[in-house]
Structures are given as structure tokens and as C-alpha cells.
């Protein structure tokens, strides 16, 4: 079974600073991973994805994730933050077999500091 | 283009009745993937529908249920609701796919009590 561990329910950085955000993954099978983000009382939008065509992937607003297969990682890095970037992220990895859907992480809050 | 509309998108029912929660999904899309949200949690798969037809289920009671429709719009059905079932529950419409993605409607905020 898919799996996904997001280290850290809460990030804390300063407007300017470098985003980390963390997520590794389990799968049996060659894995589809993506990452989303959610603003208050809406729902999910897809940041970016990667397919297994290129380690490094770029998304939208900034993001990038870089999947390292040696280490089961895809973490989401941004340069600078900025203020709008204040959300809740997941991390999620396509449940794989015959049924498509996305087993999700459970999140992290990232926190812009002015 | 429209995208993923859900409806509605609060309501409150009480302990052991019944809810139809619905979802449209974007224009050209056969496959519908519904999720729930408990509060400060990551979405959980409940079920997906393709053409018409469930093909991939979730860690859910069978009190959980769906149609899609002919127009690939769809309904989340759920009977004898339990307070645990408190939750922002999200629709996905997609292309289908492992790789593609899930376009995601706002949710629909369900509070038992």
C-alpha cells in the first residue's frame, strides 16, 4: 500500500526566507507523487507532480520538488517566501493498481513571519 | 471551462439520518473521486467512480455510497450518520490515470450532532 509522512504539521519562516517543507513516501509500485495546497475554506490546488519524466519539477508560484528515489523523498522548496504563501500544504501519492485516487499526508501549515 | 462545483456547501444534520452530498465535475472529465477531510487532517480516499461505475474504494463503511451520472456529475450518499462523519468532504474530477490530476471542488462542510 501507498503511504506518505509529511515531517512537521507546522513550518515557521520569515518572508524572504527559503521554504522547506517535507514529505517521503512509501509505495509498492514506481510511484506518482504530488503536491497540493489548501487556503482557508477552499479546496485543493495542485502545485506540481512528478510522473517519473524529470527528478527536479517546477510548479506554479515558485515551488519545486525534487524526488530522490534513493531516499523516497519529494520535498517542496521555494527560494523566498512570500506572505501569500501562508497555507496548509499535502503531499499525496497515487494509490496506484486499478483505482486511481491519492492517498494524502496529513499536512503541513506553513507560517509566514513579517 | 467550468470547474469542479460541489453542492451544498455547509449543512448540519443529526445523528442517523441520511445526507446526498453532490459535485459536478469539469467539463470533459469521466472520472470523479470523492474524499473526506476530518479537521487538521489530510483528505482521505473514500471512493472513485469511472463511467458510471465504482472502481476503487477507500477504507469505508458500506453506509458510504455513490452514483455517477451519465453526465459524469455524481453523489456521495451517506446513511445513518455518526458524529465522526463531521468533516469537509471534497470532490475531485479528473481525467482518469494515474499521473493526471485531480481538479478539486471547494467541499462541502458536513457537521452531525
Known amino acids: 500500500a501507498q503511504s506518505v509522512t509529511q515531517l512537521g504539521s507546522h513550518v515557521s519562516v520569515s518572508e524572504g526566507a527559503l521554504v522547506l517543507l517535507r514529505c517521503n513516501y512509501s509505495?509498492?509500485?514506481?510511484?506518482?507523487l504530488f503536491w497540493y495546497v489548501q487556503y482557508p475554506n477552499q479546496g485543493l490546488q495542485l502545485l506540481l507532480k512528478?510522473?517519473?519524466?524529470?527528478?527536479l519539477v517546477k510548479g506554479i508560484n515558485g515551488f519545486e520538488a525534487e524526488f530522490k528515489k534513493s531516499e523516497t523523498s519529494f520535498h517542496l522548496t521555494k527560494p523566498s517566501a512570500h506572505m501569500s504563501d501562508a497555507a496548509e500544504y499535502f503531499c499525496?501519492?497515487?494509490?496506484?493498481?486499478?483505482?486511481?485516487?491519492?492517498?494524502f499526508g496529513k499536512g503541513t501549515h506553513l507560517i509566514i513571519q513579517p | 471551462e467550468t470547474g469542479v462545483t460541489q453542492s451544498p456547501t455547509h449543512l448540519i444534520k443529526t445523528r442517523g439520518q441520511q445526507v446526498t452530498l453532490r459535485c459536478s465535475s469539469q467539463s470533459g472529465h469521466n472520472t470523479v473521486s470523492w474524499y473526506q477531510q476530518a479537521l487538521g487532517q489530510g483528505p482521505q480516499f473514500i471512493f472513485q467512480y469511472y463511467r458510471e461505475e465504482e472502481n476503487g474504494r477507500g477504507n469505508f463503511p458500506p453506509r458510504f455510497s455513490g452514483l455517477q451520472f451519465p453526465n459524469y456529475s455524481s453523489e456521495l450518499n451517506v446513511n445513518a450518520l455518526e458524529l465522526d462523519d463531521s468533516a469537509l468532504y471534497l470532490c475531485a474530477s479528473s481525467l482518469g490515470g494515474r499521473n493526471t490530476e485531480a481538479f478539486f471542488g471547494q467541499g462541502t462542510r458536513l457537521t452531525v450532532v
Open positions: 499525496a501519492v497515487s494509490r496506484g493498481g486499478g483505482a486511481d485516487g491519492l492517498t
Open positions: 509505495s509498492s509500485v514506481p510511484p506518482y
Open positions: 512528478y510522473t517519473s519524466a524529470a527528478t
